[in-house]
């Protein structure tokens, strides 16, 4: 037991892709001196040494997809004085939420022979669903930065600086050419959560919001957009089922237009 | 770690997490009478059932969505992707283009291997917990590693957009171009890493190895002037030599009921992919240079210790920092980002060497362009039976060993194959049952 007033870090995964987890050993400049704030106590793709919680500050990878992790939150939950969910699995389900719109069982019997060996609940879900989350870290992958501003805010006792209007804002803030304006490219900018610093536009792409929603997005308006430049209705379902597909607003919007196709 | 005894001598060691992989798995190792019965690579990452979802999605979002299978090697599954699509629509990618590929592919071999030789398999030599407690007595070694890190994720930024899932990436080639002079930027961390990466050869070198070597079946990709990233036939030290269409004719995968990840076995049998493979069976593709510093540490072709694993990776890490510099000082800036791409019905099949080894796709692809069905068949999977294997030889000469040694060495063992469990569906848990 460490006696030291260093505070407790853990860090947790659920299903996911470890890429979240993977941005903390992405920061090779900060690593060695975040680990001189904060013990590492529990983080095992990094660490065999587990120490026992409670935890100061716990970081959450990953979505509840099985029985076991149900509980397994909750446990972490109690262990934990201060929880943040990291990454599109754990703030909206992940990409593996597409289950939720489908049967299970039959996309268990296309990927394995003998399905009933397999055991999964019928969704992929957030963290938030099941505990109380402190803070929601959105990205699809997070950004490292905002990851460390995170961590830099829990350590001063403050509010984390996380924006959350559009990505168009960080675009213009970067005086990058509007690639809808500009060129008719779609790109769902409008509606996408900041954060990764419009990486895509600045590549001559269309956001495709790993970011998942911004804070009360237009998801309407920007889909009439995505209609006049060609998009049809097939489509739209589509680009808003992605990495963040049970996120609110975008299930809403594409289930929307899913009824109007049919 | 549990312990359990009755009557007829069991014996059970099970670690329930195994820690320092990419993923959630449990080994489980029975044992009657000090005799080993049972070894079981337990994978119980929950399964996210990636070949299903990918069914009706249009075939241009397949490098974004399989990117997401693996945050620590999205570019070998964006990298299958596209060479497969692009086989199903029969187009090749050639000149900068190419070039431009294997660049961002050198990137993620350095950035995930670098990875695994500092912070995952070192501290297992060192006698360490992690790379950071292994910091206090050895910073400037740790240090060098996450500066060699951080150069592959500069070659995955500058030309991926991102270091993760990165954006830039697409069938027929790339949304942007880097301009030469963009490029260049590169140059003076790359010259850096080259040298890091001969240090930390040396440096390997100096582990203490043990003595274990088995006789394998090693497959990698083989192509004719390279060393193999996205093309090349699929051959083996036993005489395979077959085309990349012809992978599930002779490789299948079996379900069984302990993992949530498929077993791929060769003809029924386990075999060995990932750098050793690759290095075994490609030994004379690489630079001078680099073939020397394998010589100067004396590793050569026929190596079967997968210990020495680390060292193998290490001088992949050195070729991959000289293929990159050949790249970016060669680079002439292609007239287009990306080739045509006219979209039609059919199938498309592709292997790429991922940094823990071959990564097969396959699609089918409808008239309206979208995925009619999509295979997926990663290396930690094929390399499961093999772990399997060690440690079933491993075990056979360490039973006197107290448990923790015991459990620490299969971990060590398991780590040689930098197991990637979130790829195979992921966590490692270690289980040992004594009769």
Known sequence: MSHSSTPKLAVWKFASCDGCQLSLLDCEDELLAISEKLEIAHFLEASRLQIAGPYDLSLVEGSITTAQDLEKIQKIRQQSKYLVCIGACATSGGIQALRNFQDVKEFSSAVYAKPHYIETLKTSTSIASHVLVDFELQGCPINKKQLIEVILAFLQQRQPNIPSYSVCVECKQAGKVCVMVASGTPCLGPVTHAGCGAVCPAYHRGCYACYGPMESPNTQALSRRWQDLGASRKDLVRVFRTFNAYANDFHKISEFHEKKEK | M???????????????????????????????????????????????????????????????????????????????????????????????????????????WIESHSLHIYMLHAPDFLGYPDAVRMAKDHPEIVKRGLGLKKVGNEIISLLGGREIHPINVKVGGFYRTPTRKELQVLLPSLEKAREAALETLHWAAQFDFPDFEQDYEFVALSHTEEYPFNEGRIISNRGLDISVEEFEDYFQEQQVEYSNALHCLLRGKPYFVGPMARFNLNFEKFSPVVQQAANSIGLLPGLKNPFKSILVRSLEVLHACEEALRIVQNYQEASSATIKISASAGKGYACTEAPRGLLYHRYHINSQELIEEAKIVPPTSQNQKIIEDDLFKLLEHSLHLEEEKLQEYCEHAVRNYDPCISCATHFLKLQVERK
């Open chain 2, 2 to 108: 549990k312990k359990k005894k009755n009557k007829k001598k069991v014996r059970t060691i099970q670690v329930d997490y195994l820690a320092r992989v990419e993923g959630e798995a449990t080994l489980y190792i029975q044992l009657e009478d000090e005799k080993i019965r049972e070894v079981k690579l337990k994978i119980f990452e929950p399964p996210r059932f990636f070949e299903a979802f990918l069914r009706g999605r249009n075939f241009a979002e397949a490098p974004d969505i399989t990117a997401r299978i693996c945050g620590i090697c999205p570019v070998a599954y964006q990298m299958s992707s596209v060479h497969a699509m692009e086989n199903a629509f029969g187009v090749q990618v050639e000149g900068a283009l190419r070039d431009l590929r294997r660049l961002i592919y050198c990137g993620e």
